[in-house]
């Protein structure tokens, strides 16, 4: 059950409110505080400015801003501070240096991959290895050369792609000046067709920093999942903060491939200005102890090593988590719909996350419950403003696993922890790059096990288990046969 009474810091999270050197980097396992150590430094600078600061909290998605506010508005009585997403928030700078909305019409992008090939071909060698990469590839290596800024042909062939495939498919300067040109046609074709990539809006920002208005800076800016942030978006949150930036990040949770330092990015943490939180608050010891299990090998192979702290392990303790083995999907939906109102009745203040792999699978679930009557809400992208759904209150919460960051249910359930389906592996990805990918999805899959407070059941099919299952240690969960 979620309580609202007052927490008492730790010495280290006391040390993040109340660090006073200037731009700060809070890191530390899930469940540390770090979101929570965020805003109680917002409120303090608000308090301690007399109410005459600027202040925003950034976040990753609108599920994570609902979240926050509820937090803020319930707990903390910061209802003055703003909370937003980084996209809406420079959408809106956007529209304010140019008098135009920037869009982004994800549907249109690929058709202008492909014509840009086309036009391409039109215009130079009609054979080349380039026309049989997949439209996929491309666009990759697109949003790539946008996000990390790059602004020139000179850049994109002195800077060197780490993890990817591009090593084997562009390799030569030659390679690399011939997708510099079909890059700039694809640009081009952007603009013919009215519409642009996300990571083009961060772009065009970087490339007018000076021009971004006054009116649009703040004072004290927070920014919370830092890890997955491109360097784009983190040069124009530090072109927007007049006095001190504050950022959060795990880069055990890292789920998308972005890939920056803090370095390029112009934020100085050296020292004492980054600080490690390892205490573990959220899940119990036997949560901690499974989800410790995946965390420990990605430690072991990634190139980011200083920046993964190990978890201190909570003294709470609580059930060990659960997999139940079912004989195939059509029985484990039946029980997934038994179970969750079993969930309802038994536990009736808690909040229970159901995490769905995909959006497919998500509404899949829905029908499910709708079916059978079972009430829930549904933690999605809203329009409306607040959305209708609440993190606090008790209930079912459908959410999908890349947005469940940053959350926080008493059980979290994870149906159809299936090989194929953890991990996921897009059939077009290269050989080359299984291995990065595998370490993303293993980092999803610490995120939405680390979401849980009290329970973790996982649902699966008996002969289709995920590779995960054998990366846990037998004695940290319990196996039952359905
Ligand atoms: N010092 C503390 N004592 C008790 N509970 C805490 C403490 N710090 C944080 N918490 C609680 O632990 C949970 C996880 O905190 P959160 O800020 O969401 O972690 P993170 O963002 O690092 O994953 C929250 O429920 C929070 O209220
Ligand atoms: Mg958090």
């Given at each position: 059950m979620m309580t609202n009474k007052i927490i008492n810091l730790t010495k280290e999270q006391e040390a993040c409110v109340n660090y006073k050197g200037g731009d700060l980097l809070i890191k530390g396992v899930a469940g540390s505080g770090k979101s929570y150590v965020l805003l109680r430094r917002a409120v303090k600078l608000y308090k301690e400015s007399n109410g005459s600061a600027s202040i925003k909290i950034f976040t990753f998605t609108n599920a994570l801003v609902k979240y926050t506010d509820e937090l803020l508005q319930d707990?903390?009585?910061?209802?003055y501070i703003d909370v937003s997403t980084i996209d809406r928030f420079f959408s809106n700078v956007y529209k304010k240096m140019t008098n135009k909305w920037f869009h982004v019409n994800n549907d249109k992008i690929k058709d202008v991959v492909e014509q840009t090939f086309y036009d391409y071909k039109k215009q130079h060698r009609?054979?080349?290895?380039?026309?049989?990469?997949?439209t996929d590839y491309w666009l990759e290596e697109f949003k790539w050369i946008q996000e990390k800024c790059i602004q020139s042909e000179e850049e994109y062939i002195n800077t060197n792609r780490k993890g990817r495939g591009s090593q084997v498919k562009i390799i030569s300067e030659n390679d690399k000046r011939m997708v510099w040109e079909i890059y700039s046609l694809f640009i081009q074709n952007l603009k013919n067709a009215k519409t642009n990539t996300w990571e083009g809006l961060y772009l065009y920002l970087n490339e007018h920093l000076d021009e971004i208005p006054e009116q649009c800076k703040v004072d004290f800016v927070f920014v919370d999942e830092a890890q997955d942030l491109t360097i784009g978006k983190l040069r124009a949150l530090k072109a927007i903060t007049k006095k001190t930036i504050t950022i959060a990040a795990d880069m055990a949770q890292k789920i998308y491939k972005t890939t920056f330092t803090w370095k390029e990015v112009g934020i100085d943490i050296q020292g004492r200005a980054s600080k490690s939180l390892k205490?573990?608050?959220?899940?119990?010891k036997q949560i901690v102890l499974l989800a410790e299990d995946l965390a420990a090998i990605n430690r072991k192979d990634v190139d980011l090593k200083s920046e993964l702290t190990e978890a201190v392990f909570p003294d709470v303790e609580g059930p060990l988590p659960r997999l139940f083995l079912f004989d195939d999907k059509i029985h484990e939906e039946a029980y997934l719909a038994t179970f969750s109102k079993m969930l309802l009745k038994e536990f009736v203040n808690d909040t229970v996350g159901i995490i769905c792999k995909t959006k497919k699978y998500f509404f899949h679930i829905r029908k499910l419950f709708d079916s059978n009557n079972i009430k829930y809400q549904e933690i999605f992208f809203s329009?409306?403003?607040?959305?209708?759904?609440?993190?606090?209150?008790p209930g079912l919460k459908l959410v999908v696993a890349k947005s469940s960051k940053g959350l926080e249910f008493d059980t979290v359930l994870i149906p159809d922890f299936d090989e194929g389906t953890h991990p996921l592996i897009p059939f077009n990805i290269g050989d080359d790059q299984v291995d990065d990918h595998i370490v993303t999805e293993r980092n999803l899959v610490y995120v939405m096990l680390t979401r849980a407070r009290q329970r973790v059941i996982m649902f699966c099919t008996k002969n289709n288990q995920s590779r995960f299952v054998k990366e846990?240690?037998?004695?940290h969960f319990l196996r039952a046969l359905f």
């Open positions: 707990k903390l009585g910061g209802q009609k054979k080349h290895r380039f026309y049989e990469i997949d205490k573990t608050f959220r899940s119990t329009t409306k403003n607040p959305p209708e759904w609440q993190l606090l209150t846990f240690s037998n004695n």
